[in-house]
């Protein structure tokens, strides 16, 4: 909880005390207006979770290169059993990465509220892939959850993005919890250690 509260939560504030001040100074490239353009902006929103997660699988790839791994990404994989707080529990470093796809409103059409929104997404979204089950389910109504992201923390060299991202199909990194898949994962291992 302390990395997670402390590095996490400073780190994200610091990012959109920084971000909202450069959008009051007009540091922004390309600030936007609610009524300038309001179909962009409701389009932006639902791209924002979709962006986040390319982020996310680039940046976690990045974290796994051994000399950021044994400097920062250490930490959060001594969470081998996952809670909804072991998510933002994250060296300084890594969370420098993790939260800076904020840096991408610097750079296109955007407003302000799009930076919290994003900066919130990336704040709440570890929890769904850290609390341990595989859906949420009230009723008829039910949520997938991530589950494939705590095969990630069992075997480390998989599952490194989110299910609704081609990454993982497309490097061959892709565990499904299957014998099968625990093979394909060790074949690739072995020919990478060769």
């Known amino acids: 909880m302390f990395f997670g509260i402390v ?12 971000t909202y001040w450069m959008f009051a100074n007009g540091y922004v490239l390309f600030p936007v207006e609610w009524l300038e353009s309001p179909i962009y902006i409701a389009f932006l929103f639902l791209l924002i979770p979709h962006i986040r997660a390319h982020h996310f699988y680039f940046t976690h790839r ?3 290169w051994k000399p ?11 969470n081998t059993n996952t809670g909804p707080w072991s998510g933002l529990s994250m060296h300084p470093i ?5 939260l800076s796809g904020v840096f991408l409103h610097w750079v296109i059409p955007s407003h302000p509220i ?9 704040g709440i979204s570890p929890t769904w892939g850290h609390t ?3 859906r949420i389910q009230v009723n008829k109504f039910r949520i997938d959850t991530n589950y494939f992201h705590y095969l990630h923390h069992r075997y ?9 991202m081609p990454w993982d199909h497309l490097f061959g990194t892709f565990h499904d919890g299957s014998q099968e898949s625990k093979k394909r994962m060790g074949a ?5 250690n060769k």
């Open 94 to 98: 890594e969370h420098l990465l993790y």
């Open 188 to 192: 690739r291992l072995r020919e990478r």
């Open 68 to 78: 950021l791994y044994d400097a920062a990404h250490y930490l959060h994989h001594k």
């Open 114 to 122: 799009h930076a919290c929104f994003h900066l919130l997404h990336a």
């Open 62 to 64: 990045l974290t796994h």
């Open 7 to 18: 590095s996490g939560c400073g780190i994200w504030t610091f990012y959109e005390v920084l």
């Open 156 to 164: 480390f060299e998989c599952n490194y993005g989110n299910l609704d």
């Open 132 to 134: 341990g089950f595989n």
